[in-house]
T-cell receptor
Framework: EAGVVQSPRYKIIEKKQPVAFWCNPISGHNTLYWYRQNLGQGPELLIRYENEEAVDDSQLPKDRFSAERLKGVDSTLKIQPAELGDSAVYLC??????????????FGPGTRLTVL | AQSVAQPEDQVNVAEGNPLTVKCTYSVSGNPYLFWYVQYPNRGLQFLLKYITGDNLVKGSYGFEAEFNKSQTSFHLKKPSALVSDSALYFCAVRDRSSGNTPLVFGKGTRLSVIA
């Protein structure tokens, strides 16, 4: 069974440029998460989707970050414009969801973003 | 608010020796507790979780963790460490009684197993 797929794996951009990350969750997983992991830190949740609905985006910096999961499967996270402080690893995770609040999240390999 | 503390940034252990990676948590209700491992340039891999029931939880690759409610701890253990266990380990907690609260991660502990 394929795991969570993310692309690209690495991205280097100059500040003020836009960037987008793509995630395809494990087949059948209704819940999708985007996390940001800064160097030396644990992941921090940016947004959580239940199917196509964003149910928790309280930590998403909405002035420059946006996300979508139009058909309830794959998802895109965008930053426009990027700032130096956005350099981090962006992780996507998925879980079965469906109200199982002890559900295990499975992570993709992440996209390492460097903003110059 | 829920939180996780991993008091050691780095743990060094000799191959074949037992290892312990410490984790303490804080939640207002009862916790769901998780351990994940991260290898270089890889995402987090699930090791084990505590939901309810037996305080000793067994997981992947010979790892286990013991839930201790009185000490609010969930330390990760392995009887005999392997060099291949060297990685970054994250403890995470969710408050079971607070609806759809997010999973909160600790800062991670880097385990180095020396041959």
């Amino acid at each position: 069974e394929a795991g969570v797929v993310q692309s690209p794996r690495y991205k280097i951009i100059e500040k003020k440029q836009p960037v987008a990350f793509w995630c395809n969750p494990i087949s059948g997983h209704n819940t999708l998460y985007w996390y940001r992991q800064n160097l030396g830190q644990g992941p921090e949740l940016l947004i959580r989707y239940e199917n196509e609905e964003a149910v928790d985006d309280s930590q998403l910096p909405k002035d420059r970050f946006s996300a979508e999961r139009l058909k309830g499967v794959d998802s895109t996270l965008k930053i426009q414009p990027a700032e130096l402080g956005d350099s981090a690893v962006y992780l996507c995770a998925s879980s079965l969801g469906q109200g199982i609040d002890s559900d295990t999240q499975y992570f993709g390999p992440g996209t390492r973003l460097t903003v110059l | 608010a829920q939180s996780v503390a991993q008091p050691e940034d780095q743990v060094n252990v000799a191959e074949g020796n037992p290892l312990t990676v410490k984790c303490t948590y804080s939640v207002s209700g009862n916790p769901y507790l998780f351990w994940y491992v991260q290898y270089p340039n890889r995402g987090l891999q699930f090791l084990l979780k505590y939901i309810t029931g037996d305080n000793l939880v067994k997981g992947s690759y010979g790892f286990e963790a013991e839930f201790n409610k009185s000490q609010t701890s969930f330390h990760l253990k392995k009887p005999s460490a392997l060099v291949s266990d060297s990685a970054l380990y994250f403890c995470a907690v969710r408050d079971r009684s607070s609806g759809n609260t997010p999973l909160v991660f600790g800062k991670g502990t880097r385990l180095s197993v020396i041959a």
